[in-house]
């Protein structure tokens, strides 16, 4: 059935009929296209105005409705702003029914770069691409859209709308068109980034998409995947833009994902990045398709740890919020079945070393035997290697010397964050940071000698050789021994 879309002839007399842009669509759902219908006896020429855009699905040759063993077609010429109007026409040529094709009246020529604001698509061109959308054609909307989406033209909130809900995040879609609309949102956010009042996506969305228990209406976790890829794209975009600007109070993470102002949304951040982390370890790796499953949620996992850290920078105090979120993690590891190999995952994956320092100072200060009243400091972390121990992994079995092993990671990783933490100012906020030129400001905890570094070292040795009752193996003694070089070469005495 042709649905009318629109174009007049313009003209006046009634000798001439109006020139109409149909939807068709072939037996073959992938070889349908949309094509001109011309129903001209006597033909006026006719001007139409497409804003400079080539439509290849458009340039081709189809007849009109044969009457009396004829055929007629349109050729349709391309027009840019800078061309006159008479250059500017559609020929109407005779030709036979089986010869199918369009061609121009001139070749094409290359569109000089044009470096003037950018402007909202045309009304003809939103046309266009609505009519495809009303016939939930999705092929014809990506198609047009892929021609119309430039640095000059962008498309307007509704139709980016439909780009991510009507088709990348439609379960019944085929995995070729919603990559295709994931990247007509990337090439858009590139060439006219979005704000906080442009955005096509709500916290509702992403919380539909990441919790969304029915089968038949759950997303596909290649698709989920690109979600979040876009809209990490967006809120990193517009966060370097404010920043810049120094308006991060502004900026779409602050309205997102504001520890101080959206903290429930920032829970379910911590919520889904937890559970990206624990389906990862879900899969077997010999089995391909399995996986490809796991490489998708250790993907999801990276993008969700990404945006943790927009949630830890938008903030004027980092420290406070990294205070908040370390406390959830922490409970949340606490809740869950000790897991060591979901620990040292959540730890190494983690974008902010500020955050780093402060989940592993609480998690091993929970596992100290004796509590002591130290900021952290070099000190600290001396304490926890002589009297921390962790608890047994179910995945250990008889091999007990893991935890150990593990308590020695934990504390390299300690010590590694916090210097970065120190040397890099990370307790000022993003905006103060980089005008600080002064030297990091250690304290008197921070003075470590070489006697205590030996002594706790020692304690380490001693602890694990009476829960064992047998020494460590020796790539873990030769990291222990890596560890106190490395304090040494840092002591301030």
């Known amino acids: 059935m042709d649905e009318v ?12 009929s109006d020139i109409e842009i149909v939807g068709s669509y072939s037996n073959e759902k992938e070889h349908s296209v949309p094509f001109i219908r011309a129903e001209l006896l006597p033909v006026t020429p006719v001007l139409v105005d497409i804003t400079g855009q080539q439509f290849p699905l ?44 369009v061609e121009s009246s001139s070749e094409d020529e290359e569109e000089e770069e044009n470096y003037s604001p950018a402007e909202p698509l045309c009304r003809q061109s939103l046309s266009l691409v609505n009519s495809t959308i009303e016939e939930n054609y999705p092929e014809g909307t990506l198609q047009l859209l ?74 596909r976790s290649e698709a989920r995947c690109l979600v979040f890829q876009y809209v990490l794209r967006v809120l990193e975009d517009d966060f370097q833009f404010k920043l810049r600007m120094l308006k991060l109070h502004l900026s779409v993470a602050k309205v997102m994902l504001s520890c101080d102002q959206k903290f429930r949304q920032v829970r379910d951040l911590l919520n889904w990045l937890l559970e990206a982390a624990k389906q990862s370890f879900c899969y077997s790796e010999e089995d391909g398709g399995q996986k490809s499953e796991q490489n998708l949620c250790l993907k999801m996992l990276l993008i969700l740890q990404r945006m943790l850290l927009l949630a830890m920078e938008v903030d004027r105090s980092p420290t406070c919020s990294c205070n908040k979120l370390s406390q959830e993690l922490c409970n949340s590891l606490n809740s869950s079945t000790p897991c060591r190999q979901l620990r040292l995952l959540l730890l190494s994956t983690l974008e902010s070393n500020l955050l780093r320092c402060k989940l592993l100072e609480l998690l091993l200060d929970q596992a100290c035997s004796q509590k002591r009243q130290l ?44 210097e970065e933490v120190m040397t890099g100012h990370l307790r000022c906020s993003i905006t103060e940071r980089f005008t600080l030129t002064r030297t990091p400001l250690w304290t008197q905890n921070d003075q470590i000698t070489r006697a205590a570094i030996q002594e706790a070292a020692e304690t380490f040795l001693s602890r694990a050789m009476k829960d064992l009752g047998h020494a460590l193996p020796s790539k873990t003694q030769e990291s222990l021994s890596q560890l106190q070089e490395y304090l040494l070469s840092i002591s301030f005495s």
């Open 5 to 16: 879309i629109s174009l007049s002839s313009g003209s006046s007399s009634e000798q001439d």
């Open 58 to 101: 458009l340039r081709q040759r189809y007849p009109r409705r044969v009457k009396r063993g004829q055929s007629s077609t349109i050729e349709i010429i391309d027009l840019n702003d800078d061309l006159s109007s008479d250059s500017t026409h559609m020929e109407q040529t005779q030709t036979g029914a089986e010869n199918g094709h």
């Open 146 to 219: 892929s021609d119309l989406i430039q640095p000059r033209y962008y498309p307007p909130l509704d139709i980016t709308a439909h780009l991510l809900k009507g088709i990348l995040l439609d379960p019944q879609c085929a995995e070729v068109l919603a990559l295709e609309a994931f990247n007509l949102l990337m090439r858009t956010q590139k060439y006219h980034p979005a704000d906080t009042s442009t955005i096509p996506w709500d916290w509702e969305l992403l919380a539909s998409v990441m919790t969304e228990k029915d089968e038949a209406r759950r997303i």
């Open 375 to 418: 900021p952290m400091s070099f000190q600290l972390l001396l304490h926890f290697l002589q009297t921390s121990t962790l608890a047994p992994d179910p995945s250990d079995g008889s091999e007990k010397w893991r935890r150990w092993d593990e308590l020695l990671q934990l504390v390299w990783m300690l010590m590694l964050s916090y």
